[in-house]
């Protein structure tokens, strides 16, 4: 699997937009782009996860660049109850996911 | 969507004994691992529990220490075994129900060796 790097930590006002960078400069072609969080003491929970096109659902978007060696999640208007640790994953679909550091969000009032 | 129980949700284990973590889905899934989360650290994965096979373990996790069965499509175990305060951990079970599915997690075992 690609292997993936993200900032160790990042901050934001509640109710701005999050926007969370990831580079995977070595993703292959039929690898996605998956993001998951982990809220201190809880499993990982699944954000939302591409291919080559930009994603977006009830909870995030996913914006992937053309050449696909980086991304962003967006949460558009972030809530104290998002703060965590967010993880950025390249993986073939069907297989496990590989855990880096991630980021550590922390939304401040 | 997945619903996982995992069971304990955490337990207080003596060094050199052994403890079996449950791990049971509400529907039939092909793939089903095993994470290892230790204090401060990311999740590391310990193996693929494949249905009706033996598990299929990753680098520095070995049979003998990390038991597992998965006798149907929605239940596996993972044991620890010969336990040190070195396992102290979270333990998750992730589970795929089909291709390009996403994973879907359980709330973890917190494991403590005294």
Redesign the interface.
Same mark, same amino acid.
């Given at each position: 699997d690609a292997k993936t790097t993200q900032p160790t930590s990042m901050d934001c006002a509640e109710g701005r937009a999050a926007n969370l960078p990831c580079n995977h400069s070595t993703i292959s072609g039929n690898e !996605?782009v !998956?993001w !998951?969080r982990q809220i201190h003491s /809880? $499993?990982? /929970?699944?954000i939302i996860?591409g291919l080559k096109n930009n994603e977006t659902n009830e909870m995030a978007s996913l914006i992937i660049t053309e050449d696909r060696k980086s991304s962003t999640l967006i949460l558009p208007h972030a809530t104290l109850r998002d703060t965590a640790v967010y !993880?950025c994953i390249v993986a073939n679909?069907?297989y496990?996911?590989?855990? $880096?550091? $991630?980021t550590s969000l922390l939304v401040t009032p | 969507s997945a619903v996982i129980s995992q069971k304990p949700s955490r337990d207080i284990c003596q060094r050199g004994t052994s403890l079996t973590i449950q791990c049971q889905v509400d529907s039939q899934v092909t793939m089903m691992f095993w994470y290892r989360q230790q204090p401060g650290q990311s999740l590391t994965l310990i193996a693929t529990a494949n249905q009706g096979s033996e598990a299929t373990y990753e680098s520095g996790f070995v049979i003998d220490k990390f038991p597992i069965s998965r006798p149907n499509l929605t239940f596996s175990t993972l044991t620890v075994s010969n336990m040190s305060p070195e396992d102290s951990s979270i333990y998750l079970c992730s589970v795929q129900g089909a291709a390009n599915e996403k994973l879907f997690f359980g709330s973890g075992t917190q494991l403590s060796v005294l």
């Open positions: !996605y !998956y !998951y /809880q $499993g990982p /929970q699944y996860h !993880y679909s069907g496990a996911l590989n855990f $880096g550091k $991630g | -």
